[in-house]
């Protein structure tokens, strides 16, 4: 199975692990854990060979809140012969719940990587929509190395860690915070750049983009020597518009990896 996993890996994400594939397949996940808890347990299905090569894995489970069925996670080297056989088989011990979701939230396999990365996973994408499911086009993933440098940073951060596992960056004035960032402590080697937001008065003077280089310079300190974000840009002109964020992004060396889509079927 980590094989399996591990050749599906993207560039921002750490090698699988024992260890994390044990908590995806006990459907727990540091992020978003909450949805994780409204599952019943996970159930895991393999599609071998007829001498024992392991060839697929697939994860799913049910949501009692709305009667959903839920497509965890899939890998299958985007063969898709095995591919259709995992879907077909999901659907059928699904068969009784209208709705089916794919590749709805982060799972413990990778490093908060939501929804499926399209680009870099094609052949399941095809998959998914041939089998009836919808696609939304959710985020944006994006990375760049360490150190950075060509960054400015801020003369003076305020910074607090709220958890073992994240650091919070604040730019302030007396107490009240101008603008304001969290990052994830590095996971081999990678950094995660949670959050980033300026308040109205702070824009335009180049507050955002030297904060950005001072938590970019405390990852690396951290340990880090990649970073990557998630942009939820899925409504330009809307209450959600991350236009300035990626114009930031775009003028501070990151690159964008993949796109993230989520998958619904109605039946």
């Known amino acids: ?109 990778g490093l908060g990587l939501e929804a499926l990365p399209v680009r870099h996973r094609p052949v399941t994408a095809a998959a998914l929509v041939e089998a009836g499911f919808v696609g939304t086009d959710l985020w944006r993933y994006m990375g760049r190395p360490l150190p950075a440098d060509d960054l400015p940073r801020v003369p003076e951060v305020r910074i607090e860690a709220p958890e073992p596992d994240v650091r919070e960056l604040a730019v302030v004035d007396g107490d009240r915070a101008l603008a304001q960032a969290t990052v994830g402590v590095p996971v081999f080697g990678i950094g995660v750049l949670w959050w980033i937001s300026s308040e109205p008065e702070a824009r335009g003077r180049g507050v955002g983009r030297a904060l950005l280089g001072s938590a970019l310079q405390l990852l690396t300190e951290l340990g880090a020597s990649d970073v990557i974000l998630f942009v939820d840009d899925d409504e330009p002109g809307g209450e959600r518009d991350r236009t300035a964020a990626n114009r930031l992004y775009d003028a501070s060396g990151f690159i964008e990896y993949d796109r993230l889509h989520s998958y619904r079927l109605e039946r």
């Not at 397949?25 to 895991?44: H, I, N």
């Not at 697939?58 to 080297?77: E, I, K, M, P, Y």
């Open 1 to 109: 199975m980590l094989e399996l996993v591990n050749a599906d890996r993207l560039p921002g994400q750490p090698v699988a692990t024992a260890e994390m594939l044990g908590e995806a397949l006990a459907g727990r996940s540091p992020v978003d854990s909450s949805w994780w808890e409204e599952l019943a347990a996970p159930r895991t299905a393999v599609a071998a060979t007829s001498d024992g090569e392991v060839v697929g894995v697939v994860s799913f489970s049910t949501r009692s809140r709305d009667g959903a069925g839920v497509l965890l996670w899939l890998h299958a080297r985007e063969d898709r012969t095995t591919i259709d056989v995992l879907l077909q088989h999901v659907l059928a011990e699904l068969r009784e719940h209208r709705v089916v979701e794919a590749f709805s939230f982060a799972t413990a396999l």
